[in-house]
């Protein structure tokens, strides 16, 4: 994802590349082009053009006929354009000439790539993650969360949050990516950091979402449409649904919708299949690029999460650390991550799903476990359930990569 310079990040490398949040190349700033504005009304511009290469990028001419790109070093942001004359502040990635939004190249970034097989809630989470962003966790961080640009307030609204929230439907499975590129949600993450000694300070953060679709995980071809972001991916969210471990169904409510037949009866929908999926295709890119070795374990930082906990809760009434809600004080509670992670831990040694855990450390430096619920209740049929969307923990792996990324502080609290 484009990332301006990381700062502080462990393990990680610094840089001062943008990648570019739609084909995900690594651009250099001195060539990133500029787009011209344009003409309005009087004001002299210059026309539309056809974009080649963004229509080449969206495999179609509609929306592509813009006012032309071109080079410039630029001051501050803006250059202008030598046809007109007029100066732009527009910025585009030069090689498929997609918009580069201002503030996402002008503050540090993380692409967090989300990957889950199908039916694992990946566009639900993505949707309520957002809203609780922008609302209540947002509040509690002293944060705001701002649309880098247009097509990211035209997505999440028409995919996400007027199905989901204002019509209360379920969302349907992400479409694949073999039929068309599929829009990265770009937003800019904004934190007010205050000290005892010091004035307050913003901190802000370029975080570029994008999901993957199940089935594109299982053909080794369209997958490698994938590779990209997720070779460029600061950190790999991968949600798995307890339906689909055999183990877990002694403590599922009754009538669950949705699940399954005969649990793990789809090798595609297997956790552990999907996450080596990934992680193979993960190795032979790093490896490639020699960023690890053959017996090296990826550093790119993991969150593992179970989703649909609520059909697991008759079962974890004992079981406090995935019962009980976090502290809501704005920082880390680390005593309670290392309770939850724990805890999870013990649920998939239980189900006789511990190789998932295993197989994680034995690959990635570094993993963490999480129980959450997007929708905090079962759905009646095709529709939220009548309590509404009551999302449980669902900000707990965001809030950990944050701390990870250097943009939240972690407490010890005592809380185990």
Known sequence: MSLAS???????????????????????????LFRCRGRAGRTRGCEPVLDEELAAYTGSTAGASLPPVFAAAGRGGRASCPACGQPTGNRACPECHNPLPSAYCDSPGRIVALVGAKNAGKSTYI?????????????????SLVACDDRTIERYKRDFARPLLEERRL?????????????????????TRRTR?????????????????GEDLRSREVRDLHLRYLEAADAIIFLVDPLELPGARAGLLDAVPGAPAVPGDDPDSEPINVIARVTEALRQRHGAAGRTGPGDRLRVPVAVALTKIDVLRPALLRQSALH???SGAGVLDLDDREAVDAQVRALLHDWQAGQLDTYLSQQYAEHALFGLSALGGLPEEDRVGAGGVRPYRAED???????????????????S
């Open 171 to 191: 969302l349907p499975t992400t479409a694949s990516a073999a039929t068309g590129p599929r829009e990265p949600l770009v937003y800019l993450l904004t934190r």
């Open 324 to 326: 009980r809600s976090r």
């Open 127 to 143: 949707a309520v993650l957002l809203h609780e962003l922008m609302n209540r966790v947002g509040t509690e961080l002293d944060a």
């Open 197 to 213: 000694f010091a004035r307050p300070r913003n901190d802000s953060l370029a975080l570029v979402l994008f999901d993957t679709a």
């Open 6 to 32: 990381r700062v502080g990040l462990p393990g990680v490398p610094s840089r001062q590349a943008v990648t570019c949040p739609y084909c995900f190349e690594a651009v250099a700033p001195q060539r990133i």
């Open 397 to 415: 792996p965001l809030l950990w990569l944050l701390y990870r990324f250097g943009m939240l502080d972690g407490v010890r609290t005592g809380r």
